[in-house]
T-cell receptor, first 113, second 114 residues
Framework: NAGVTQTPKFQVLKTGQSMTLQCAQD?????MYWYRQDPGMGLRLIYY???????DKGEVPNGYNVSRLNKREFSLRLESAAPSQTSVYFC????????????FGPGTRLTVT | GENVEQHPSTLSVQEGDSAVIKCTYS??????FPWYKQELGKRPQLIID?????GEKKDQRIAVTLNKTAKHFSLHITETQPEDSAVYFC?????????????FGKGTHLIIQP
């Protein structure tokens, strides 16, 4: 099992450009999450999908959209990137047996200039 | 919403000594408290967790204690080793029941001095 995978690993965008971060899991988990990590700020929840077909806002959703494409895939879209969105983005997933236990992907390091 | 405070932000201990990291939370309905370890450039990895119906849990050199009345929980690492050097994050579940994400503390950079 690959666990949680994310693409790309690194990305540089100019202000105003758009892009989609991809996340997939092969653990048959129901719930998926997007977090951002900034120095000294810990991890903050952007959006989550408790189950296929549902998505909800987390602590810092402004400037982002998400799509739960199917049970395996959960994408994060930046429609018009801003320098404040420079961050490391982590996707995570959890299963119904242990819904709190989250497994993280390797992260995407995004720089917006 | 939930708010998690974590202290200290940096902790330096001699190899072989113990390390203690403390967290407080605000939402009395939170009932799950995990600890993650993150090495430089890597993903966070779950090292231990505790539920609100348990006061203490131990796994080899690491242990977590929970005081629900005071709304605080702590990570204890004994006999520290160089490979324990990392950033440690505490977290608490949202009141919604687990599938709606975690609220993290801001992290503690643990440095093990040889």
């Amino acid at each position: 099992n690959a666990g949680v995978t994310q693409t790309p690993k690194f990305q540089v965008l100019k202000t105003g450009q758009s892009m989609t971060l991809q996340c997939a899991q092969d653990m048959n988990h129901n719930s998926m999450y997007w977090y951002r990590q900034d120095p000294g700020m810990g991890l903050r929840l952007i959006y989550y999908s408790a189950s296929e077909g549902t998505t909800d806002k987390g602590e810092v959703p402004n400037g982002y959209n998400v799509s739960r494409l199917n049970k395996r895939e959960f994408s994060l879209r930046l429609e018009s990137a801003a320098p404040s969105q420079t961050s490391v983005y982590f996707c995570a997933s959890s299963g119904w047996q242990r819904p709190y236990e989250q497994y993280f992907g390797p992260g995407t390091r995004l720089t917006v200039t | 919403g939930e708010n998690v405070e974590q202290h200290p932000s940096t902790l330096s201990v001699q190899e072989g000594d113990s390390a203690v990291i403390k967290c407080t939370y605000s939402d009395s309905a939170s009932n799950y408290f995990p600890w993650y370890k993150q090495e430089l450039g890597k993903r966070p990895q779950l090292i231990i967790d505790i539920r609100s119906n348990v006061g203490e849990k131990k796994d080899q050199r690491i242990a977590v204690t929970l005081n629900k009345t005071a709304k605080h929980f702590s990570l204890h690492i004994t006999e520290t080793q160089p490979e324990d050097s990392a950033v440690y994050f505490c977290a608490a579940s949202s009141a919604g029941g687990g599938a709606d994400g975690l609220t993290f503390g801001k992290g503690t950079h643990l440095i093990i001095q040889p």
